[in-house]
Every structure is written in C-alpha cells, then in structure tokens.
C-alpha cells in the first residue's frame, strides 16, 4: 500500500514555464512534507519542506501548496530552468517522532527544453 | 565538511551471490538510514541506526539482508543470497537528530544489479 501517492511520472515544460508536481498522502498523522531534488548519479537533497499549518511556503522559484483537507500538496517551479531538470520526490513524516522514517512518492522526471 | 560516501558506485552480481555495500556517513552524525529504489518506484526506507543501535528496522525486506553499524561510524548492508528483485538504487543518508524534519544528507547510492 503506498501511502504517498505522486504525479506525472514525467513532466516535459518549457523553459520560462511553471512545472507543477502533485502529491497526495493517506496518513493524518502525517506533520512534515519535505520535497527532495536528483540529479543523475546523486543523491536526493532536500528541496522545500512544509508543515500542516501552513498552506503554503516558497523559496525563491519554488513554492509548496498544501491542502491539509484534501489531504494533497504540490510542488510549484516557476520560471522552469533547463537546470531544473532532475527527478523530484515528494515525502511525507511523522516529523516529530523518533524514528526519522520518510515515505516518498515514486518521483516525477522533470524535463526542462531549452 | 564530507558529505555521505557510499561504495561501490555500482555492482552486478550473479543470483545467489553476496554483495556488501559501504556507507560513510558524514561525521558526528549519529543518525544513519538505509533506503532502496527499485526501478521507477518510490524510495523506500529500510531501517535507521542511532549509532550502533537499530533504531527502526521495518522497511527491511526479508533475513536475507543483514545490516550492521559496528562502534556507531560506517555501516554495511550485506544482501546474501542475492536475488533478481533486489535489483535497485541503494541509498544511505545521515542525521545529526533522529527527527526527520531536520532533514538529512544522502549519499549518491549503490546500484546493484542482480543478473
């Protein structure tokens, strides 16, 4: 049963336009939804994150929009670079436990065209 | 300061043979996770060591991995005996605090590929 569900699987924009990546999760204990960015033959690093009470968050082109009724949040990239193409993961925590345990969404390959 | 080190980069191995993969993880970090991703699925958590001590070992997918974290510094996955389904992109990461929302570094992974 996954519990963080994601889409597109791929994604091919512009350069100059907006890349929207959506994510959807089951758990309501869920208190922490962090975005992770690959680049090939690297590891995820952390992008954005965002908690449940706030409804949105951003940081410079990259913007998180969370609908905690909806149970759905999404990754906004505004002004799409061709730097910006990599696989994104969406996550989701227990932030506030011990145990530290993300689960992800099964990523987006993002495609920017210069 | 040195990020999280994994080796090998990358390894193909026979069905029924034993692979051991490596992570180093960044210094001080007492918080070490093992992750796996299997072709075009979701990253999936194995387990988390707090220095030598497993902390969460859920993720683990059967007896057939054993992970360990000897005096709480580099830790090993040995998959033993391999099978085709094991077949991914192994990622270790490291943490100053066990808490997930203070975010931690990833290494760049181990791909094994199980023929």
């Known amino acids: 049963q996954q519990q963080v569900k994601q889409s597109p699987q791929s994604l091919i924009v512009q350069k100059g336009g907006i890349s929207i990546i959506n994510c959807a999760y089951e758990?309501?204990?869920?208190?922490?939804f962090p975005w992770y960015q690959q680049f090939p033959g690297k590891g995820p690093a952390l992008l954005i994150a965002?908690?449940?009470?706030?409804s949105e968050k951003k940081e410079g082109r990259f913007t998180i929009s969370f609908n905690k009724s909806a149970k759905q949040f999404s990754l906004h990239i505004m002004d799409s670079q061709p730097g910006d193409s990599a696989t994104y993961f969406c996550?989701?925590?227990?932030?506030?436990?011990?145990?530290?345990?993300?689960?992800f969404g099964q990523g987006t390959t993002l495609q920017v065209k210069p | 300061e040195a990020g999280v080190t994994q080796f090998p980069s990358h390894s193909v191995i026979e069905k029924g043979q034993t692979v051991t993969l490596r992570c180093d993880p960044i210094s001080g970090h007492d918080n070490l996770y093992w992750y796996r991703r299997v072709m075009g699925k979701e990253i999936k958590f194995l387990l988390h060591f707090v220095k030598e001590s497993k902390q969460d070992e859920s993720g683990m997918p059967n007896n057939r991995f054993l992970a360990e974290r000897t005096g709480g510094t580099y830790s090993t996955l040995k998959v033993q005996p391999a099978e085709l389904e094991d077949s991914g992109v192994y990622f270790c990461?490291?943490?100053?605090?066990?808490?997930?929302?203070?975010?931690?570094?990833f290494g760049s992974g181990t791909r094994l590929t199980v023929v």
């Open positions: 758990n309501t204990a869920f208190d922490y």
């Open positions: 990461a490291s943490s100053l605090r066990p808490k997930a929302n203070y975010g931690y570094t």
């Open positions: 996550a989701a925590s227990t932030g506030s436990s011990n145990t530290g345990k993300l689960i």
């Open positions: 965002i908690r449940p009470d706030v």
